[in-house]
């Protein structure tokens, strides 16, 4: 799908998740939703793991759309009470 470049939008951290998987599976859920996200995944491309450890693996989406997400990943199962959502 294709989408038209967003250049007045800003960048914001929905969700913050302890592995790569789980903000992946929060990328998909979202994007199934129709909303663009990416994630912020500080392991090196999984060379050095440990590096996670300080930044974790961030889950991001336009400001607009932040609402929108928070409510995706809430209903979504695999997060527990929304404990990983960003404030």
């Known amino acids: 799908m294709t989408r038209s470049p967003r250049p007045d939008g ?3 951290e929905v969700a913050n998740y302890p592995s790569r998987l789980e903000a992946q599976l929060a990328i998909s859920f979202l994007e199934t939703a129709d909303i ?3 994630g912020k995944f500080c392991d090196a491309f999984g ?3 440990y590096y996670a450890l ?3 693996f961030r889950v991001c989406v336009f400001e607009e759309d932040l ?3 928070r409510e995706v ?3 979504a199962d695999f997060v527990a009470d ?3 959502l960003a404030d």
Do not use: C
Request: hydrophobic share 50%.
């Open 47 to 49: 060379a050095v793991p």
């Open 54 to 56: 300080v930044d974790g």
């Open 36 to 38: 663009q996200a990416m």
């Open 10 to 12: 800003q960048i914001v």
């Open 67 to 69: 609402e929108a997400a």
């Open 73 to 75: 990943l809430a209903s």
């Open 82 to 84: 929304g404990d990983q």
